[in-house]
């Protein structure tokens, strides 16, 4: 993948491994639930399944009940049309046979920061920029919903009518056949995306998808693969911000405000670090579409185990400054 990064000593890059680790995603959130199906004589395996399929799509329902802001019924159709998309790892905890059929419970895991963004209504997420649509091309691909794509990456904020740059889309779907001892099919997705304009970059997704039918195996594949997609480009889609945090120690400290600032704030996509001020503070590099003002109120309404932000001030429209304590 191609970025325009600024640039950063070796040093930073170093002290950035050793605070954040492997990465600030969000963790997924463990949801139980129940599903069940009827079986016919011999057809207990695939009453089994159903009935997984059945709970994972009541897990993903639950977590959207969950979610504490207004939203987009037309998002929240579209993700439901897709729970396997979205409970892609999950755990059996119990079945239960009986003449009726089968039940079974499951805890599945879900990445709910995602999905918060990803069915909030616009007047719950601040204005974005995002790219201009431009082409979507295919190769060994069913029959593609452009429109549907393009409606998904402006609900992450990543295609709008004005942006200045413009993106396009180059799409590969593979069979990679049976899976060994199931009843599923699995399909391969790698998306390309380019943009050209004021912004010029290249990126590359892949994902997998697993069903019974082997089209339906792909559009679980390319779901996720746009959930990536959306994850990377986001910075660059929306701009981004700098938060210099003074004092910042001890350093799992910092790893728990970048998570905190993902999972919790809307706008707020990625954070990494960026590198360390002269005078020892912090710098992170917050990217989404909130701006300086909207971060700094969510920063004071927040509250994290352990620590607290003090001494918080805007130091021009792409920063911020806080204290640690």
Known sequence: MRRQNRPTRCLALIIALALLGPGVRAWAAPIEATGTASAEAGQAD??????????????????IADVDVPVNPDA???????????TGAYRVLEVR?????????IEADIDLPRLRKRI???SASPSRSGFAWDALTSTGCPAIDEVGIRDSLRAYGIVAADGSSKLSLAIV????????HTHVRAAAVEVVARTRGEVELEVRVASSGFAEDIGEAGK?????????????????????????????????????????????VIGV??????????????????????????????????????????GLRVDGAHALRVRMQ
């Open 120 to 122: 909030a209504s616009s």
């Open 76 to 86: 929240v159709k579209q993700v439901l049309a897709r729970p396997d998309a979205w």
């Open 46 to 63: 695939r009453a089994r399944d159903r009935a997984i399929t059945a709970a994972r799509k009541a897990a993903l329902e639950q977590a």
């Open 173 to 180: 779907c593979s069979d990679r056949g049976a899976v060994t």
């Open 220 to 264: 679980i594949a390319l779901d996720r693969a746009v959930a990536e997609l959306a994850d990377e480009l986001a910075v660059e889609a929306r701009g981004d911000l700098e938060l210099r945090v003074e004092r910042p120690w001890p350093a799992a400290r910092i790893t728990t405000l970048s998570n905190a600032l993902r999972e919790a």
């Open 269 to 310: 996509d990625a954070v990494e670090l960026a590198g360390i001020a002269a005078d020892g503070s912090v710098v992170l590099r917050v990217g989404g579409s909130i701006d300086a003002t909207a971060l700094g109120r969510r920063l004071q309404e927040a509250s994290f185990p352990g620590f607290s932000l003090v």
């Open 97 to 105: 046979s009986s003449d009726a059929g089968v039940e079974v419970r």
